[in-house]
């Protein structure tokens, strides 16, 4: 049994920031891709970032420059550092991370407001 959860949304005013948790636990050998994604209401769920094992990113266009994940591998960890956020960034976020044999787990997701 494998769990990802998510801490660390909120409401923060425009240009504000905020840092997203994700950790997992449970039955785990290796986590290979972690990722964040959001879901607005009434919008499909999109891709934020994404970061490999090794470090490796890949961002939104959306949110480059303003947004920053990272690993801690052994804690089994992943971040999203915010910043600049804007009004358009209120959204769930979920964590994504595919784990052992390639199994594809998500969190429950946390809500991120940001007001104008």
């Known amino acids: 049994q494998v769990q990802l959860v998510e801490s660390g949304g909120g409401l923060v005013q425009a240009g504000g920031s905020l840092r997203l948790s994700c950790a997992a636990s449970?039955?785990?050998?290796?986590?290979?891709?972690m990722g964040w994604y959001r879901q607005a209401p009434g919008k499909q769920r999109e891709l934020v970032a994404t970061?490999?094992?090794?470090?490796?990113?890949n961002y939104a266009d959306s949110v480059k420059g303003r947004f920053t994940i990272s690993r801690d591998n052994a804690k089994n960890t992943a971040y999203l550092q915010m910043n600049s956020l804007k009004p358009e960034d209120t959204a769930v976020y979920y964590c994504?991370?595919?784990?052992?044999?390639?199994?594809?787990?998500w969190g429950q997701g946390t809500q991120v407001t940001v007001s104008s």
């Open positions: 994504k991370a595919v784990i052992n044999s390639n199994i594809y787990y």
């Open positions: 449970g039955s785990i050998f290796r986590i290979q891709d």
């Open positions: 970061i490999t094992r090794f470090g490796t990113t």
